[in-house]
Nanobody, 124 residues
């Protein structure tokens, strides 16, 4: 599978963005899809995830109540709707897929396939 995150951009603090993750190739038998973010010099941070068969969503502590992950339509695998953005949300955002039903879906190491990221910049 090839993944591509899009929808990033520059937004003022308090604003919203919706990121999309599109996939080409195998989109069946997915175990989970995750969103992560990374800033220069820091480790990749878990943002949100979806357990595919149940559509259960879960979030990193720093985004709970503000971000929402959802399954997409035919052309988009998943969305990440981000509200009440703060400058601390500035990062490159990535989506990732895990096929085999194993691993913790909030862990970077669990995911097998990663897409190109999209930059989100929040100005104060």
């Amino acid at each position: 599978v090839q993944l591509q995150a899009s929808g990033g951009g520059l937004v003022q603090a308090g604003g919203s963005l919706r990121l999309s993750c599109t996939a080409s190739g195998r989109t069946f038998s997915i175990y989970g899809v995750g969103w992560f973010r990374q800033t220069p010099g820091k480790e990749r941070e878990f943002v949100a995830g979806i357990h595919w068969s149940t559509s259960t969503t879960f979030y990193g502590d720093s985004v709970k109540g503000r971000f929402r992950a959802s399954r997409g339509d035919a052309s988009t695998l998943v969305y990440l709707t981000m509200n009440s953005l703060t400058p601390e949300d500035t990062a490159e955002y990535f989506c990732a897929v895990r096929y085999g039903a194993r691993g913790n879906l909030n862990s970077v190491q669990t995911y097998e396939y990663w897409g190109q990221g999209t930059q989100v910049t929040v100005s104060s």
